[in-house]
């Protein structure tokens, strides 16, 4: 959590709330934090730090605060014309992840440590030895590791593994990017260099190498998807993770089915609430055709909030207000239709 | 029962050593004639062969319980380093899908680690029961007495523990034990009986000193003065993270060499590579907590500093230890600034819980239910195990004492003005080489240190990889056919 990083997280237009940036590097996944994070269009960021501290955020704001980068607009926070112009300096010399979608799609820690494991054993192997310390991996990812080599050495050859690396690493089209992440790779008798030692030769710090090795790597995930023929193939099998929640996903499921909240919550022994919750996140995290919002929420409610809340910005509607004419209006139906039109004005 | 010539082939063909190190032969030995044993072998000496060969000549399931998750995956590395790969760390790190796929598995490794806590859990302990294992090793044996420094409550369990198992054949393994800590380990497990199987704890090879220092200013000079006439490579322990970062970044500029931190707070892939660039000479100085060195398998690190000096002589002398493997002359040194025990004491106090916080507990345990540090961890320890809040008070205020007081034979080590090693081996009760020029000293010269005549370092990798193109990096990585 730096400068710059929070910098980016605000914008010179839509004053945003302090705790859902917070929130939102740090995964949790509320309803209401996913919501805003919606619209604020920072989603990708979702669980970005997961390990930052309140008192760091805190500080790294109240900085940005006191030399005017950000002002305050009614309890939220908008960037400054000072502020949007330290932005554009630093992201001259600042690294913007290119990947955050793809690692909101797949388990990137898993993938990495695959990665790394399979270029130790090829090298290993390449060099005919046998005997070594093989990287600390969890126990499923050591298991991979042997049968992938199995087949590998059936279907594969070193020159063709070494190949599809650096054709990974030729498509950055960026040298010192390449180098970045050759340094994180090991294998037989190359140690690599630690991000203690990157960040000093690239006078940088620990968590930004990090960072960028990381996102490096996400992006591989793709090109290795597009060729069916690749011997990396097999790293991405199962690691596919759904941004929604298992719940939350056979709740949209059983909605689908044309099941009633009542039924769901009956036979799941969930509160009403959490079900609809359920629908909430699923709403917020997916493309609008996945979501049946004709069977969640009827034509003539839509025209009747369309006529209360016309002409005003969707990030200000308050459900104070449409209470007052439609007193029985579950909350439920306001946020749903405010998602449902998020997604619509976004297309 | 084997020979002494069909053990000698059993060690051939599952190590290719030809020779046993000291100690080892009559420990495996011991266990082969089913005897309980408890083993005092320096660090270094190769506790591990002793149960790794007798889980392969008996083919049986061996269970290790160990106190640390590092020192569990680094051993559990290095019997997959020598081709064991039926070997696996059990702990509470594992992740669910782990987890359950070595339970799924669990008949199919030898060589099995745990934790205390692990062995505790009803369902996994009944499955390790149907598998009768041929051994139960604990290592680290020490932990089980309330009068060793590093006490840990879950192992007072394992006496109980082994009972249930079926009473397995049991080895005992520690590094340092003095002979009450030895009596009580043994009468903790309920193994009085035992087998004692044990070498001099003595490292001739290296030479002990301290150097009393003014301020931390001074320190860092004395330092900087002791690397240029020191033999490479090395290691420096610290007792604070921050510090070693400093050191090490300070170090890093102004010599030509290349030094790196390792502590808890880098990530396992950097500690890692740390650990092999290590290993390979491309560093030639680590500047670590008292984390590093356990499952390191060095054998010419010529010196061991301690810029903090550790809270016991039983810490001491381990992480002495780990200098001059080969045996050849290397050197220990502690750098001492008056009142540098304030660190240990005041982390000795802080990790314990106070009488306060006790009571707290006692009166209402749900109110911690998610509260989960250390401290907190004994008192709950001590309370689900039935121990009144009085009698833990009372054993608390015992273990704080013990602390202290190991801390104070720390201080009298460091002040100590005759022999050194004579005031090793006095503590543990044990027989030392006499002094001579190359024994000990407190105070270090340039002109000590060139008495050592200490070996020519070891090959230095100093090529500068920052300076290769990355399409170096990979063909350097393979080697390729063409
Ligand atoms: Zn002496």
Redesign the pocket.
């Known amino acids: 959590m730096d400068e710059f990083r929070l910098l980016s997280l605000l914008s010179d237009k839509q004053p945003r709330r302090k705790r859902v940036v917070e929130n939102i590097l740090k995964g949790r996944r509320t309803v209401s934090t996913l919501f805003w994070g919606m619209r604020y269009g920072i989603l990708d960021w979702l669980g970005y730090e997961k390990k930052l501290q309140r008192d760091t955020y805190d500080s790294v704001f109240d900085q940005l605060i006191q030399e005017q980068l950000v002002e305050a607009v009614d309890q939220q926070f908008r960037l400054t014309e000072f502020g949007t112009a330290r932005l554009n300096q630093l992201a001259k010399t600042h690294y913007q992840p290119q990947n955050l979608a793809v690692g909101q799609f797949y388990d990137s820690q898993l993938f990495q440590e695959r990665l790394l494991l399979i270029i130790q054993v090829v090298s290993e192997y390449s060099f005919d030895n046998r005997q070594y310390y093989p990287q600390l991996a969890s126990q499923a990812n050591l298991q991979f590791a042997r049968e992938w080599f199995r087949w590998f050495k059936i279907n594969g050859t070193v020159d063709l593994f070494a190949k599809e690396i650096q054709d990974l690493l030729q498509n950055l089209n960026d040298d010192r990017l390449a180098l970045l992440v050759a340094f994180r790779f090991m294998g037989h008798g190359t140690m690599g260099l630690t991000t203690q030692q990157l960040a000093v030769e690239y006078n940088s710090d620990v968590d930004q190498i990090a960072a960028i090795q990381t996102d490096v790597m996400l992006g591989f995930i793709p090109r290795i998807k597009e060729n069916p023929e690749s011997l990396l193939s097999p790293l991405i099998a199962g690691i596919d993770s759904s941004r929604v929640s298992a719940s939350a996903t056979q709740t949209l499921a059983e909605v689908w089915q044309h099941h009633s909240f009542k039924q769901i919550s009956q036979q799941r022994r969930l509160k009403e609430s959490t079900v609809k919750e359920h629908i909430l996140e699923a709403a917020i995290l997916l493309p609008i055709d996945e979501i049946p919002y004709d069977a969640l929420i009827s034509q003539s409610l839509r025209k009747q909030l369309a006529s209360i809340l016309s002409g005003q910005e969707i990030d200000e509607w308050q459900f104070d207000q449409l209470t007052a004419k439609l007193p029985d209006l579950d909350f439920f139906y306001f946020r749903l239709y405010q998602i449902l039109r998020s997604k619509e004005h976004v297309k | 029962m084997l020979n002494r010539a069909q053990l000698h082939a059993e060690l051939k063909r599952y190590t290719g050593f030809d020779e046993f190190r000291d100690g080892q032969e009559a420990a495996v030995t011991s266990l082969l004639a089913n005897q309980d044993t408890l083993a005092i072998l320096p660090t270094g000496a190769g506790k591990s062969l002793i149960y790794e060969l007798y889980g392969k000549i008996s083919n049986r399931l061996v269970i290790i319980i160990s106190p640390l998750l590092s020192l569990m995956q680094d051993q559990v590395s290095s019997l997959n380093y020598r081709g064991e790969r039926r070997a696996v760390a059990y702990t509470s790190l594992l992740m669910g899908q782990d987890k359950a796929y070595i339970e799924a598995h669990l008949n199919q490794y030898r060589f099995l680690f745990m934790s205390p806590e692990m062995l505790v859990n009803d369902a996994i302990f009944n499955r390790i029961k149907q598998l009768q294992p041929g051994l139960l090793v604990i290592d680290e044996a020490h932990c089980i007495s309330t009068w060793g420094p590093d006490f840990r409550p879950e192992y007072l369990l394992l006496g109980k523990l082994r009972e249930r198992l079926g009473s397995p054949l049991t080895l005992m393994l520690t590094a340092t034990a003095t002979p009450k800590i030895k009596l009580d380990i043994k009468a903790k497990m309920g193994l009085p009986d035992a087998t004692e199987v044990m070498t001099t704890i003595d490292r001739p090879n290296i030479f002990i000193g301290v150097q009393h220092v003014d301020s931390a200013k001074d320190k860092m000079n004395h330092l900087k003065q002791l690397i240029s006439n020191l033999t490479m490579p090395g290691i420096i322990y610290f007792s604070s993270k921050k510090v070693a970062n400093q050191v090490a970044e300070e170090l890093n500029n102004e010599l030509a060499i290349n030094v790196a931190a390792y502590h808890a707070d880098l990530s396992s892939d950097d500690r890692f590579k740390v650990q092999q660039q290590f290993m390979s000479n491309q560093i030639q100085l680590i500047c670590a907590t008292s984390a590093f060195g356990m499952g390191i398998d060095k054998n010419d690190i010529r010196f061991v500093i301690h810029y903090h000096m550790p809270s016991t002589l039983e810490d001491y002398w381990q992480e002495v230890g780990r200098a001059g493997r080969d045996g050849k002359q290397s050197v220990a040194i502690i750098l001492y600034q008056k009142n540098d025990e304030r660190i240990q004491l005041s982390l000795a106090e802080s990790s314990l819980p106070t009488n306060e916080e006790i009571h707290l507990y006692y009166q209402n345990p749900s109110r911690f239910a998610k509260v989960d540090d250390d401290k907190f961890r004994l008192v709950k320890f001590y309370a689900t195990h039935r121990v009144r809040e009085d009698q833990l008070v009372q054993l608390l205020q015992k273990r704080q004492q013990s602390r202290t007081q190991s801390i104070r034979e720390m201080v009298s080590y460091v002040n100590y003005a005759e022999?050194?090693?004579?005031l090793i081996g006095r503590h543990f009760k044990a027989t030392m080489k006499d002094?001579d020029e190359k024994?000990?000293s407190n105070e270090i010269t340039s002109e000590i240190i060139e008495s050592l005549n200490l070996p020519e370092p070891a090959i230095l990798d100093t090529t500068n990889p920052v300076k290769l193109d990355w399409k170096r990096v990979i063909s350097n990585l393979f080697l390729l056919k063409n």
């Open positions: 022999c050194k090693r004579e002094h024994c000990c």
